[in-house]
C-alpha cells in the first residue's frame, strides 16, 4: 500500500510540476474538473448524456489549455527539455493525446456515415437517438483509453504503476479543484504562470 501511495504521489507531482505552469491552463482544468464531477453523477442517471459533458466540455477545456496555453520547449522550472517531459510521461502524452482526440472527433462522423455502425447497433432514428449513440460511443472511447494505457504500463513497468495511474486519472477531478480553485485569482490579478517556488525547490 505504502509503494502505491508514493507512486499516486509521484504521478500527480509530476503532471502538476511539468505540464500545468500556465495559469489560463490550470482554470481551464478547475473548469474541467467541475464539469467532470458534474458527468460523475450523471453517469448514474444517463451514461450517454455523461460522456457529452465529459468529452464536449471537460475534455475539451483540459485539452485546450494543454495545447494552446501550456509553455512548451525548454522548462526553466524543472531544468529539463519538453523531449525528456514527453518521454517519461506516464499517461498520455501530446502524441498520445492526439491519437485519442483524433477517434473522438472522427466518431460522430462514423456513426452520421454508418448509423449501424456496420451492423452492431440499431440505427439512430432521427436527431436525438444520435446524439445519444455519439454519447455511448465516447463513453466506451474514454473506457477503452483508459484501460489500454492501464494494460500498457501494467505490461511496462507493472501493475502497480498501472493501478496508481488509474486511481490519479478517476481521481483527478477532485484533486485538480483543490490545486487549482485560485487560478482564476492569479489570471485577473495578470498572473500568467505559475512562477512554482514549490517546484524550484523541491
Not at 137 to 144: Q, Y
Request: glycine share 6%; hydrophobic share 50%; with cysteine.
Amino acid at each position: 500500500m505504502k509503494n502505491f501511495l508514493i507512486l499516486l504521489e509521484t504521478q500527480r507531482w509530476d503532471d502538476h510540476r511539468f505540464y500545468h505552469q500556465s495559469r489560463v491552463n490550470q482554470t481551464l482544468h478547475l473548469i474541467s474538473a467541475i464539469s467532470f464531477l458534474v458527468a460523475y453523477g450523471l453517469l448514474l442517471v444517463d451514461p450517454a448524456l455523461a460522456a457529452l459533458v465529459a468529452w464536449g466540455v471537460s475534455m475539451v477545456t483540459r485539452q485546450t489549455g494543454h495545447f494552446f496555453f501550456e509553455p512548451r520547449g525548454f522548462d526553466e522550472v524543472n531544468q529539463v527539455s519538453d523531449e525528456y517531459k514527453e518521454a517519461i510521461k506516464v499517461g498520455y502524452n501530446m502524441r498520445r493525446k492526439i491519437v485519442l482526440l483524433s477517434a473522438w472527433a472522427l466518431l460522430p462522423l462514423l456513426l452520421w456515415l454508418q448509423p449501424s455502425l456496420f451492423g452492431l447497433i440499431e440505427p439512430a432514428q432521427g436527431l436525438a437517438d444520435y446524439v445519444h449513440d455519439v454519447g455511448i460511443a465516447w463513453l466506451s472511447l474514454g473506457i477503452a483509453g483508459l484501460l489500454l494505457r492501464v494494460a500498457q504500463l501494467c505490461l511496462r513497468d507493472g501493475p502497480l504503476t498501472g493501478l496508481a495511474w488509474a486511481v490519479k486519472i478517476i481521481t483527478d477531478p477532485f484533486h485538480d479543484i483543490s490545486l487549482y480553485y485560485k487560478a482564476p485569482l492569479h489570471l485577473l490579478k495578470g498572473e500568467r504562470l505559475d512562477p512554482m517556488s514549490h517546484a524550484r525547490q523541491a
